[in-house]
Every structure is written in C-alpha cells, then in structure tokens.
C-alpha cells in the first residue's frame, strides 16, 4: 500500500511529466479495483449466510438504508480522496456492498446451476471491462464531452429505479437492466479515457467510479441470467 499515494491535479510540474502521471494514475487504478475485489467476495460470502427477512418484511426501509450506505459511502470517500482514509473507506464501501449481494446469491444458488451461472456472470463482466477499457485507453478521441450525457443518463437510471420500485413493472426492470448494461459501459470506457488523457488525475476516485460500474455489470448480468436459470 505504500505506493498507492493519492495524486491531485498539479503534483506534476510541466507537460513532460504528463505521461508519468497517467501511467501512475492508472495503474494504482487498476491496483486498487483489483484489491477491492477481495473485500467484496468476503462481503459476498458473508450475505450469503446471513437472514435477510427483515428486508422483505420492510422492503420501503430497506431500500432507503441501502441507498443512505451507496450514497453516503460515495460522498465519504470523495471527502478523503486525497488521503490514505480515502482507500480505507473504498475498501469498506466495497466489503458492504458486497454483503448487499447477499439476497441475489441467495437466489441464484437455488438454482442447480448456480455456481456456473455466477461464474459466466464473473466472466462476463471482466470481458465487458477489459474491451471497453481498451477502446478508453486506446481511441485517439477525446471522450470528456460523454460525460454530460452520462450524468442525465445516471438521473433518469435512478429515477427509474426508484420509479421501479414502487410499480414492480417487469418490463421496466427488463429495460433497466439494459440500460444498466449500456450505462455501465460506457462510464467504464470515458473514466480510463479521462485517465488516459490527463483529464482524471486521483486515482481513489477513478478507482471508485470503475467500481460500481463492474458491480453494477456483474449483478445485471447475474440477475439476467438468472431469468433462465434452472431451479433444483
């Protein structure tokens, strides 16, 4: 960990050094997300034994707390982006939102087969990343303008969700799983492009915006293939 050293716009003195920035910013990027996996399966395997009754008998209050930790773990780790608490609270985030898989593992493990269907979502989601961060790192665009079309596309999403949530519709669950699909795949190619172009330069928030979008990927994929999974 004692390389993982938050950088901030300006550590860097003149043009030259502006591809050194960019290597160290994603590479400590891609460090971080790769160690912020091991609380999440740890986070995951504890959900997975835990009872989550208490959320179907209060589905309302549940889903207000569930949002109360994404969002206020996001805004704590963007407070301390720029220290080592930063990395200390992307790592907590990480291992509860890993416990919050809990219900949809749960689900698909009654399935027969359950553990294949988790590992071709796994696998799914990496090949997305690895392609769409590849097209990031090595257009020769500028994908910085995307950015004000993913930030409506991120308050329609939500608003669908919690649209969603009160008219249980399954045709705009459908949709939503797709826009997820689509939305977390684009903020994956845009984030590296704005590394890769000098245009993110602390590497906690980069890490933390790749983060959720993997989740995001991996539990729509999951919940899609669970739509033809096999029941024991």
């Known amino acids: 960990m ?10 860097f003195g003149g043009a030259g050094d502006l591809a050194a920035r960019q290597h160290r910013v994603l590479r400590n990027t891609y460090l971080l997300l790769a160690l912020t996996m091991i609380p999440t399966i740890i986070g995951a395997a504890i959900g997975t034994n835990i009872n989550f009754s208490f959320m179907r008998a209060s589905p309302g209050l549940s889903f207000m707390a569930m949002l109360a930790v994404f969002y206020g773990g996001i805004f704590a780790i963007e407070k301390n982006n720029d220290n080592g608490l930063g990395v200390g609270l992307l790592l907590l985030f990480t291992l509860l939102m890993g416990v919050l898989l809990g219900p949809l593992f749960q689900h698909i493990l009654g399935f027969t087969n359950g553990v294949q269907l988790i590992m071709m979502a796994a696998g799914g989601t990496a090949a997305v990343f690895f392609v769409m961060a590849g097209i990031g790192t090595t257009t020769k665009r500028d994908l910085s303008g995307l950015g004000r079309f993913l930030t409506v596309g991120a308050v329609v999403i939500m608003l669908a969700v919690v649209a969603n949530f009160f008219l249980a519709s399954p045709v705009l669950y459908l949709t939503l799983l797709a826009a997820f699909v689509l939305f977390s795949s684009l903020v994956i190619m845009w984030q590296v492009n704005a590394i890769v172009k000098g245009g993110e330069t602390n590497y906690i928030s980069a ?9 995001n990927l991996f539990s729509v994929l999951l919940q899609l293939l669970g739509l033809g999974g096999r029941s024991d």
């Open 207 to 215: 890490t933390l915006t790749l983060y959720i979008q993997v989740y």
């Open 2 to 11: 004692a390389d993982l050293q938050p950088i901030q716009s300006g550590s």
